[in-house]
């Protein structure tokens, strides 16, 4: 099939200015670029008035969890996405054994209210996918969750020697499958039990197929630098490895400026040694996440009915819960912060979290959606303290809530690392089969251009658009994607630049946003004014070394 988009503005990806002009598409290419391109064999579009560029390609989303069952991608495509890395933050579908399989069903799949179909390895994985046909194209990092589940199951401390080298050969055996790298997340379970010295030693055998280091770091608040980055960094170094910085944020209620300033010449620095390192910022203030894996230690997974129910285990979970947010949020703090008492202190922690984050979803209880957790907890637990109330609600809950927290800035403390020519825009977004979501998992990219170029003039147009096209597949190594450039592939999305606009809100996250005219994926129409025309011309992209 032949397609001839006319007289659209076009933008190629590469930060040029944009020109008005003509891309005649033809099979899964691009074959001609110009003005006044004539072919009677093509079905035209007319393009007067809206922007042509490059497809979106998403750097950090989790659509793996429901990517089978929901293998058109309407999230993503109807934002412009065409190309969406998945198996992020160290928790994805594949590989699996008995061991994962059991980790996740009984409790990931409830922590993140999905239950994904799970499989022993990527070549297994993709050979189902394009069977079945998928949306758009997926690129996959191997989740270093899944590696160490599988080896380990949820047990705490170093693995030994035999173990060590057992998770080395999973990643070398899924690297050869395609796989673009591994990713970490390092404040989740169970990688969060993985020294830094075990990563070295799995990174060598990423970057030994010249893969990707993508972490979560360790620490995204007060241990920023000296925790997150010193730890990412040694891994660029020691194991020789290109590394990326996953939704690189810096979460900070006593210093965000100085923070922001110090994160960006502790990375310049860096790249000024000769590592490979770039990174994402997701584009909202918030965070959205699980509440269960973002605040238990790996230990209370192991029995987790049990470990919530027992009083003396519940105060040891209690110790445990306030020093992790106490590293994170208050150890950067003034000195009149770390002198009250330290049970005082912890009241004030609870009572604030509490107040500040929102529920978007619950496994049971779809009437909490959109409040506080401290209304939540008042109404449910009246005559209990927040404390034991907010391990009463995800025991209820069986682990299944997932939350929104205002954590940064944008102004002071989003658009200066974005700002950086080697970070890319990413939604991390969730995707909830049931239930509602945040907002950025359909329309994150659209936002980009409505408020950071159009509203804020945060950046021009050209430079947003080689963010998402160009830019990221620089960074994956793509051949023929990114850019619009006779020869590579009909990866393209036509939107409206005076309508564009991201929806939905944090009641109900599941709108599709508005101007997003046309999107081709390898070359096949799949939005035709705005409507999904039933099309799944996606596949699975591979690494090659």
């Not at 401390?157 to 673009?180: H, T, W």
């Not at 900070?252 to 400026?257: F, I, K, R, T, V």
């Not at 401290?374 to 109330?389: I, N, W």
Request: glycine fraction near 8%; proline fraction near 4%; charged fraction near 25%.
């Amino acid at each position: 099939m032949k397609y001839l988009i006319k007289n659209g503005f076009v933008i190629d990806g590469t930060g040029l200015e944009g020109y008005k002009g003509d891309v005649l598409i033809e099979e899964n290419e691009i074959v001609k670029m110009g003005t006044e391109i004539t072919d009677s064999d093509a079905k035209i579009i007319e393009a007067d008035d809206l922007v042509v560029c490059p497809g979106f390609i998403n750097m950090h989303n989790h659509g793996d969890l429901n990517i089978y069952e929901e293998n058109e991608g309407l999230p993503y495509i109807h934002q412009g996405l065409t190309t969406i890395v998945v198996g992020m933050c160290g928790i994805g579908v594949a590989p699996a054994n008995d061991r994962v399989k059991n980790y996740y069903y009984n409790f990931a799949s409830k922590a993140f209210c999905s239950t994904p179909m799970l499989y022993d390895d990527y070549q297994t994985l993709f050979k189902d996918l394009e069977e079945k046909g998928v949306g758009l194209n997926l690129a996959f990092f191997i989740p270093q969750g899944n590696i160490r589940a599988m080896v380990m199951g949820t047990e705490e401390g170093e693995p030994n020697d035999q173990q060590l080298e057992e998770m080395k050969r999973i990643v070398e055996d899924n690297m050869k499958a395609g796989a673009f790298g591994m990713s970490t997340g390092l404040v989740y379970p169970p990688g969060s039990e993985s020294s830094t010295e075990e990563l070295i030693e799995i990174a060598k055998i990423v970057g030994k197929y010249n893969g990707i280091y993508d972490s979560h770091m360790r620490n995204e608040g007060a241990g920023l630098i000296d925790i997150g980055m010193k730890e990412l960094i040694r891994i660029a170094q020691e194991a020789n490895v290109k590394t990326h910085i996953s939704h690189w944020s810096v979460i900070s209620s006593y210093n965000l400026e100085e923070m922001t300033e110090k994160a960006i010449n502790c990375m310049k620095q860096a790249r000024s040694e000769g590592l490979r390192i770039s990174a994402d910022t997701t584009v909202y203030e918030d965070g959205f996440t699980s509440l269960s894996f973002v605040l238990l230690p790996t230990w209370v997974f192991q029995d987790f009915e049990h470990n919530l129910s027992d009083p003396s285990i519940r105060k040891r979970i209690q110790k445990e819960v306030f020093e992790k947010l106490y590293s994170m949020f208050v150890a950067d703090g003034p000195f009149y912060i770390k002198i009250i008492p330290k049970f005082i202190l912890r009241k004030l922690i609870f009572s604030k979290m509490s107040k500040n984050v929102i529920v978007l979803n619950a496994l049971k209880s779809q009437d909490v959606v959109g409040k506080t957790i401290y209304e939540v907890l008042s109404t449910r637990y009246p005559s209990r303290s927040l404390e034991d109330a907010i391990l009463d609600f995800i025991k209820d809950e069986e682990g299944g809530i997932m939350i929104r927290i205002v954590t940064k800035d944008e102004e002071t403390g989003i658009i200066p690392l974005f700002s950086q020519q080697y970070v890319a825009p990413s939604s991390d977004g969730i995707p909830m089969t049931e239930g509602n979501t945040h907002p950025r998992t359909y329309n994150a990219f659209p936002r980009v251009i409505a408020r950071w170029v159009r509203e804020k003039s945060y950046l021009r147009l050209e430079e947003a658009v080689r963010k998402m096209t160009s830019l990221p597949a620089s960074i994956l190594g793509l051949d023929r994607r990114g850019s619009l450039k006779e020869g590579n592939k009909a990866d393209i999305v036509v939107f409206d630049y005076d309508i564009i606009q991201d929806r939905g809100s944090l009641e109900d996250g599941k709108q599709y946003p508005e101007g997003i005219e046309y999107v081709f994926v390898n070359g096949e129409l799949i939005i035709n004014h705005g409507e999904f025309t039933g099309k799944c011309a996606g596949t699975v992209l591979r690494h090659t070394y």
